[in-house]
Each structure stands twice: as structure tokens, then as C-alpha cells.
């Protein structure tokens, strides 16, 4: 997934690096190997939510809207990607099944990642429903929750459970 590659990239320099153009933050994603053009830079900005905020000398950086940053502090961080056994996209939502009496602490860290293409999830005792915004199309959610959790489809395709999201995906391997 390189785009999700790329998000995370931009959201780790964005927050330990003062990034004061597009054109620096494109060169120090050069320097980590990911290529990308202007224009896809200035829209993954905007799906990141990342503003530009006063640099205290008169110029202007990129920041991350409170929320958005990976960094949550010395908070303690779970690894919940383990529990996730299946992911299904259904009529515009995801459904994620976990093991049972886990869907709810993976739901809360949904919520809280404060990622503005999820409006929001609801969570039973294995099964979490994730409900994007309006216009958010379904590889948007699963790159926000690769992004939650990094490693998320692989462990869930390890399961043997991801469920094809595009019909590309689908004829490939009907095709089979």
C-alpha cells in the first residue's frame, strides 16, 4: 500500500521535523524513498487534516491538527491488529470481527485516532461496525485503519478473511 506508506511518512516528519513548504516535505519523503507529485502531496495534506500554523518567527509550518498525531504520549499503546480475524465491506461500511470480548477496545481506538473520514463505530462483543463519512469511499476507511493500525489487512488476510474491495481485486481472482 503505498499511499498508506505515504501518509504515515508525511504524518512522522510532520510531527518531528518543522516542514515549512511543499517542496521541503517532498524532499525529505524523496529521501525516504517515496516519490509522489505536488498535486497528490497537497491532497494527502488535506486528508491528513495537516494545517499551516504561525512558526513563531514569522513564517509558517505544517502541523497536525490536535487529534491527527500518532504521537499520543506516554500513554500506553495496545496492539489489537492479533485480535482481528475478518474485515468485510458491506454496502458502503466495514465490519471487522475480532476474537470475542475484543471489538470494543478496538472500536475505542478507532474512535480515537480522530480520523475525519470515520464518522464514528459501533462495537458488540466480536464485531465492530465502522461508518465513514458521507462521499468517503471505502479504500479511503481501510487506508485510515491501515494507518490505526499498520499491519491491520495482513493480519487479516493471514486469517484468510479480507474480503476482495474492488472489483479488480474480485475478477483477479475469479480469474484464478
Known sequence: MQKT?????????IAEESITSQESLLKKL????????????????????????????GGYKYALVDGQSKETGPGIRLNVVPVIREIVDAKGLVLIKTIPGNASATAYYIDNAARWEI??????????L???RDRITLNQVHTCLEMIFPGIHRQAGSQGKVIPKTKKQINSKSNK
Do not use: M, W, Y
Not at 494545517?51 to 518567527?57: I, Q, T, Y
Not at 464518522?119 to 465492530?128: L, P
Open 119 to 128: 464518522a464514528g463505530t459501533i462495537a458488540g462483543d466480536d464485531t465492530i
Open 5 to 13: 506508506k505515504r501518509l504515515i511518512a508525511i504524518e512522522k516528519i
Open 30 to 57: 524523496k529521501g525516504k524513498g517515496i516519490t509522489c507529485t505536488q498535486a497528490t502531496l497537497s491532497r494527502n495534506l488535506r486528508q491528513l487534516g495537516v494545517s499551516r500554523l504561525p512558526d513563531g518567527s
Open 130 to 132: 465502522v461508518i465513514p
